[in-house]
């Protein structure tokens, strides 16, 4: 069981404390506890979130701000978006925003306190920093990958996550496009000769990409984007995957990943890194390649055998591969691109018409501006209403927003273990107040629960926190408004 200290005591709301009367309270060991007073000074209660970042669809009546947003710190790494870091700042949040990653022991310190941390691709919440996360409700990867953090322990712990599944792909399968052509072209090393003064005009080994087949490996949210885009330049699509999925225009799904590396003159990868995707790429695949075809990598670096591509490039058979992402990839920019990495990085850095770009087939102004508003518009959402909805690691579970003819209502979130008899304790415990609305779904091992109860004032509030926080099935109890 918690207990709120007083250091975790919100003295008031939003600058009104004199309209305030309930006691509030906020971010301790593994819950949240804010509730507002409705009385003298309405303006002070109620904020429409639609004011603070107006992008979202508005209802037309006001919705009740919750708790004092001040109070709630925000750690964000990796250099996310000014657009997600500005909607963040509106809600008054405390935001302090890193633009690299922090090695591990800087970001278990900084962890400790914050109650949201927004990070991209590098960062890496395993549990074993995310144990030391005591006040941490929500993580946004501002990316579309979420193979950085341990996903089970967050829900296990109440930790929900969010992330832009599709915001990037474009520029992904855009970039893959410039690769096949800058590939087939080996304008790559063209343009490094003649930055080095070497005039080296070559047509053998370069080929149009008309009339080629492309091979699309996982065929989701970039794959297909890429498959429309390389049949209008005249390209064959051939794509495998896990699913029975529609190929677009005139692909065609492979029933193998061997079919599809024996057809394919060009193959790009565009899988998750899950342990059935570790070294999928890797000498029995480069065999079944055809000689003088590409491999491009855009997905993650776990995902292909680099020596074995090394020995594929030095063998003829590959004539060329674009790499974007690596094993181990440094924490910013600046940083050296060696062996201290990757043992084979130098081998790699020497092969002939191999194109190495630092992790960016997301980054373009159009993808981070985007990623930066929804992500940020999730946690905005999960923070002050507890709203779940396309959070990767827990159910989702939405109520419309409580408004300004609902005085006196709490928001209750309780996130607990998925066992059975929960519920019926949990409404013994509600069941005592009028619950206008009740929404509860489970994921695996963690169960999420709404209510919005009304006519309840601030010793009560305390009560019902306080009873659902006695129930051993209880990972995270919230009460919002
Ligand atoms: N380089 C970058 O900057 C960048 C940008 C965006 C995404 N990515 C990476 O690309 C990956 C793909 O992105 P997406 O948005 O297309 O993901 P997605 O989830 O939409 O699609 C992935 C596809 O891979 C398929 N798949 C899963 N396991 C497979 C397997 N073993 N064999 C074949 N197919 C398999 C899935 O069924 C799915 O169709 C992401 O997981 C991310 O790691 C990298
Ligand atoms: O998962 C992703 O969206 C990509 O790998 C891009 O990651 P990044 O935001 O760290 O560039």
Redesign the pocket.
């Known amino acids: 069981m918690s207990t709120p200290t007083p250091a975790q005591a919100i003295p008031e709301r939003n600058g009104h404390g004199d309209a305030l009367a309930r006691t509030v309270s906020n971010s301790f060991s593994n819950s949240s506890f804010g509730t507002q007073e409705l009385g003298s000074s309405p303006q002070a209660s109620f904020q429409s979130l639609a004011s603070s970042h107006g992008t979202h669809q508005r209802p037309s009546t006001k919705q009740l701000k919750p708790f004092h947003t001040g109070d709630i710190k925000v750690l964000l790494l990796e250099n996310v978006n000014k657009t997600g870091q500005d909607i963040l700042r509106k809600q008054g949040y405390q935001v302090e925003a890193i633009k690299s990653s922090l090695p591990e022991d800087q970001l278990i310190e900084k962890i400790r306190d914050v109650q949201v941390i927004g990070i991209r691709s590098k960062t890496q919440l395993t549990a074993s920093v995310l144990k030391h996360a005591k006040n941490l409700i929500v993580i946004g990867c501002f ?3 979420t ?1 950085q953090v341990d996903l089970k322990y967050a829900a296990e712990n109440g930790i929900c996550v969010f992330n832009s ?2 915001s ?2 474009r520029s ?1 399968a855009e970039l893959m496009i410039g690769e096949i052509i800058a590939l087939a072209r080996q304008f790559g090393d063209r343009n490094t000769e003649l930055h080095n003064g070497i005039w080296n005009k070559v047509s053998a080994g370069c080929w149009e990409v008309r009339g080629k087949t492309l091979g699309i ?7 297909s984007q890429l498959s429309v885009l390389a049949e209008a330049m005249g390209m064959k699509v051939i794509y ?4 029975n ?1 529609m190929g677009l225009g005139l692909s065609n799904q492979v029933p193998t ?1 061997d079919h599809l590396l024996q057809l394919a003159d060009f193959v790009t990868l ?5 342990p ?2 570790t070294n ?1 790429m890797s000498t029995h695949q480069f065999e079944q390649m055809k000689k003088g075809s590409y491999l491009i990598n ?3 670096g776990s995902v292909v055998d680099i020596p074995a591509l090394i020995h594929a490039s030095q063998t003829g058979k590959l004539a060329g591969a674009a790499l ?2 690596y094993p181990n990839e440094p924490g910013g920019n600046g940083a050296h691109f060696t062996n201290d990495l990757n043992t084979w990085t130098q081998d790699l850095r020497d092969l002939k018409n191999i194109i190495l770009t630092p ?5 373009t102004e159009e993808a981070q501006s985007a990623i930066g508003v929804e992500v940020a518009e999730s946690l905005v959402k999960y923070v002050n209403f507890g709203i779940t909805s396309a959070a990767v690691n827990m159910p989702e579970v939405t109520l419309r927003s409580l408004t300004m003819e609902e005085p006196n209502h709490v928001r209750v979130v309780y996130i607990h273990k998925n066992v059975p008899g929960v519920l019926r304790k949990v409404n013994e415990i509600l069941g005592d107040h009028n619950v206008d609305k009740q929404m509860t779904d489970s994921r695996g091992d963690v169960a999420y629960l709404m209510a919005d109860i009304s006519n309840v004032n601030t010793s009560e509030i305390r009560e019902l926190w306080q009873s659902l926080e006695d129930l051993g099935s209880r990972i995270r109890t919230r009460v919002l408004y």
């Open positions: 990316c579309i990958g193979n599944p599709f990037n792909s992904v490996v996982g065929y989701g949210h970039v794959g495998y995957d896990v699913t999925l990943l565009h899988v998750p890194e899950i059935e995707t999928m855009a997905s993650r974007d992402v992790h960016i087939g997301g980054s």
